[in-house]
């Protein structure tokens, strides 16, 4: 214990004296001590314990750190400069400047439409007039079975007879007669007269001696009309397409054939006349 008292005691001692002269030992260059023991190799083996003194071993110094230099604040002013405020560069815009005449001096053109002429029309001739006169249309009235409607002439065979209403044989007993519902004489349409041959007074007797071209006239009510016999031809009983209606005013006169007999009807086709 002693032995380590002493030893502590000349460390303190040794380590006083050193931190005494650090600052001059720095100012000069020199090494600084450390504490060592007496030699480098250690205590000699014929020395005793308490014989052992501390000895100063130099060794270099530390860098010295110097503080990095740092300069004062700038107490300058604040630049009041003002920043420049110049305002970006833009094209410039070429506005048209508002048309200031007045709207009662502006001219109007005329519309295409009316700046061209109007064509005059074509000269027109005058309308003709015509002289042909339309004469007036008479509805033939109508009849009742065997009343008489006009009379027939057949200059050829010398006939000259009243005409009455319908075919039966009582009213045939009168002279010839106009089938109902057929044409009147002068109408567009089909005359269909029958007439004896022999009976009576045989009106049609000699029909079959009529030739074309021969006159047939008829006058009624409405005026004389005259047909001409265009051609003659013999038919059965049951021909009654002979009664059909034509597009223009035609005739037919029928009997029985040959005379006195029923077995067959002879036909002559009239046309009315200009």
Known sequence: MRRSAVASATLAGALATLLAGCGSERERGASTP????ATAG???ASQAPSQRVATVRSVPDAPTIRPRRTDPPSTAPPSTK?????????EPTITKPPDTKSPARKRLRPAPSEAKPSKAPPPTAPPTTSTTTIP?????????????VGSIEIPAIGL?????????LSVLDDG?????????????????????RVSHNADFRDVDDLSPGDDVIFNTVTGRHVYSVVS???VQPDALWIVDQTDDATATLFACHPPGSVSQRIVVHLRLGA
């Not at 450390?34 to 023991?37: A, Q």
Request: no cysteine; aromatic share 4%; net charge negative.
């Open 34 to 37: 450390v504490l060592t023991e």
């Open 176 to 196: 010839p007669g106009h089938w109902p519902d057929t044409a009147m004489p002068g109408e567009v349409g089909n005359v269909v007269v029958a007439g004896h």
């Open 160 to 168: 000259s007879r009243g005409m009455f209403e319908g075919i039966e």
């Open 82 to 90: 003002p920043r420049s405020t110049k305002p970006p560069k833009t």
């Open 136 to 148: 007036p249309v008479v509805v033939a009235p109508t009849y009742e079975v065997g009343q008489q």
């Open 232 to 234: 003659t031809e013999i």
């Open 42 to 44: 250690g205590p000699s």
